[in-house]
């Protein structure tokens, strides 16, 4: 029962914060790669 109320809040969730996360990922991408090229 939990696991079908969390997978519907993540679907709600991804549908409403989807730009929201692919900045949240590009940028994480981004200091990533500058750490490693440190």
């Known amino acids: 029962m939990s696991?079908?109320?969390h997978q519907h809040h993540y679907v709600s969730q991804?549908?409403?914060?989807?730009?929201t996360w692919h900045r949240h990922e590009?940028?994480?991408k981004t200091?990533?790669?500058?750490?490693?090229?440190?």
């Open 3 to 5: 696991r079908t109320w």
């Open 14 to 19: 991804s549908k409403t914060m989807s730009g």
């Open 31 to 38: 200091i990533a790669g500058l750490l490693t090229s440190i």
């Open 26 to 28: 590009a940028s994480c």
